[in-house]
């Protein structure tokens, strides 16, 4: 399985970036999906999540009303819409195929390489 990010780059605050993540080697509709990110210095954090159908989505609360995770299950795509953007958004980004717990919280399985994202003030 592999998971191409893109989409990364700079922006000022308020801006918006798209990032987009290409799955290939599984059977991506099968699977919830998701993003993660790390910024400089601190651990990774979970951004937002999406049902295999893209029926049911989820989002951090730093991010909520900001962002929007969206996939398209017949050309294999994820993406991540990031508007209002902020500087504390400064971070590099992961395209992950998510396992959900018991507890209900959003867990890595697998991990794609990251795309970096800057948002300057």
């Known amino acids: 399985v592999q998971l191409q990010a893109s989409g990364g780059g700079s922006a000022q605050t308020g801006g918006s970036l798209r990032l987009s993540c290409a799955a290939s080697?599984?059977?991506?509709?099968?699977?919830?999906m998701g993003w993660f990110r790390q910024a400089p210095g601190k651990e990774r954090e979970f951004v937002a999540v999406?049902?295999?159908?893209?029926?049911?989505?989820a989002y951090a609360d730093s991010v909520k009303g900001r962002f929007t995770i969206s996939r398209d299950n017949p050309k294999n795509m994820l993406y991540l819409q990031m508007n209002s953007l902020k500087p504390e958004d400064t971070a590099v980004y992961y395209c992950?195929?998510?396992?959900?717990?018991?507890?209900?919280?959003?867990?890595?399985?697998?991990w794609g390489q990251g795309t970096l994202v800057t948002v300057s003030s």
């Open positions: 999406i049902s295999w159908d893209g029926g049911s989505r």
């Open positions: 992950v195929k998510v396992t959900v717990t018991r507890e209900g919280t959003y867990e890595g399985a697998f």
């Open positions: 080697g599984h059977t991506f509709s099968n699977y919830v």
